[in-house]
């Protein structure tokens, strides 16, 4: 079945400095969505970009989206302490089976 | 602070009792999901209604019993747990089932240890 996956990773930085992670699938998607899961608590929408979007801002956030490498990373500049979370990638399969996939996570600590 | 409110936050309970989780949204939106989540990983789709109607079970046992008075609230009915079910038990809505250009938006869980 369509699953997100990122690469694993736990990313250590500096506040201040920018964290990039990624994101692969396996099938075509309509939208890829990206969530932050502070420890202990729910998760919480930080940005969607669509299948025909090459490029999405949202603040101090950048996604990209590459569908021909089925690919999508998350970069995050100027890192602030707040930001040590784990992250999650999420697709909806354009065949899909309306379940959104989750991707493994990548757990950020930024360093103060 | 979520707009989708779970209680309790945590909850210990032995393998013979008899619990609910309770999940309670007031933004209007008509699909409602359990997922549960283990450490370090993903949230696992449970359950997901659509207009108060159980549109899908992923083949969850029937310990956990899914329920939506209406609307507004979700509930997931717990009974012989085993402790392999300690997780954390995430609520989310989103304004519809079937339309991902609607983000889901969850609670902060329910912390549940089974012993």
């Known amino acids: 079945s369509q699953q997100g996956e990122e690469d694993p990773q736990a990313l250590s930085i500096q506040e201040g400095e920018n964290a990039t992670m990624n994101c692969s699938y396996k099938?075509?998607?309509?939208?890829l969505q990206w969530y932050r899961q502070n420890s202990g608590r729910g998760l919480v929408h930080l940005i969607l970009i669509r299948s025909n979007e090459r490029e999405k801002h949202s603040g101090r956030l950048r996604v990209t989206l590459d569908t021909s490498k089925k690919s999508s990373s998350l970069l995050i500049t100027a890192s602030r302490a707040a930001d040590t979370a784990s992250y999650f990638c999420?697709?909806?399969?354009?065949?899909?089976?309306?379940?959104?996939?989750f991707g493994k996570g990548n757990q950020v600590v930024v360093i103060p | 602070d979520t707009e989708v409110t779970q209680t309790p936050k945590h909850l210990v309970m032995g393998m013979t009792n008899k619990k609910s989780l309770k999940c309670e949204q007031h933004?209007?939106?008509?699909?409602m999901y359990w997922y549960k989540q283990k450490a370090k990983k993903p949230p696992e789709l449970m359950f997901v209604y659509s207009y108060e109607k159980l549109s899908i079970n992923e083949s969850v046992p029937s310990r956990f019993s899914p329920e939506c008075p209406n609307s507004s609230l979700l509930n997931l009915h717990l009974h012989a747990l085993q402790p392999e079910d300690s997780a954390l038990y995430l609520c989310?809505?989103?304004?519809?089932?079937?339309?991902?250009?609607?983000?889901?938006?969850f609670g902060n869980g329910t912390r549940l240890t089974v012993t």
């Open positions: 999420a697709t909806d399969a354009y065949y899909g089976n309306n379940r959104l996939a």
């Open positions: 099938t075509s998607i309509n939208n």
């Open positions: 989310a809505s989103s304004q519809y089932f079937r339309d991902y250009n609607s983000p889901l938006h």
């Open positions: 933004m209007g939106h008509r699909a």
